[in-house]
């Protein structure tokens, strides 16, 4: 296990160190090689997903955000789509700045994240998925609150289309408001928020706990698509 840790960690430093060389020529070279960083978004991704598969709640999260980052990714920059409003920024100053602000988050991420990932499921063979407390209104309760978080998920997110809006992605929120640094900032909130994860272990957490880490997890469309408000309730 202790070989497999250092094995993990030593994948990581080599992604960190690769990851930063692109990230300072794209600075140097005024944002040259979009598509290089583009690609290696979607390597850090696939890193964090595999360094995470132990755990079943950071797995879907990180399914979840890759598939977002590569939507992002291989419609602007690698194979750009045509004649729709969300992609009426590539092959511009604005695309270019943008993909290295989401690498450079990326990499805070990676930065931060352990690699001594435990083991978490939604269910194990023994425990109940809902909650092991025989309290009925306990069960009641969570119940309701899974129910909540069902309709949220249904519910909660309309197509920006309709709304005609655009929504934005996490960091550049942050790097309008506070440059770089902002950037840096909100990467380290979100491995936090991932490392909080980490240490709820199955056979210790009660299904309230499972809620709340659910919601982190079933909110990301909205929290790293649109707006940080539902990070701020974690």
Known sequence: ??????????????TLIIGFIIFITGIIFEYKYSNIAALYILVILFELLFLSQKNQILTLLFIT?????YSIVFSNYLHIVEGTMFTKFANTSVASIGIYILLLFWLTVLLFFKTNIKEFALKNNNEQLICENKNPNSRIMVYCLYGILALIFIFGFTSPKIQGERGGVLPYYFFFYLGWIGVIAIGMYVSYLISLCNKIESKNCSGLVKCISIYTMITAPRWFLYSSTPLTRV
Do not use: H
Not at 1 to 14: G, L, Q, T, Y
Not at 65 to 69: G, H, I, K
């Open 65 to 69: 955000l890759l598939y977002f980052n």
């Open 1 to 14: 296990m202790k070989n497999k840790n250092n094995v993990n960690e030593f994948i990581k430093f080599v």
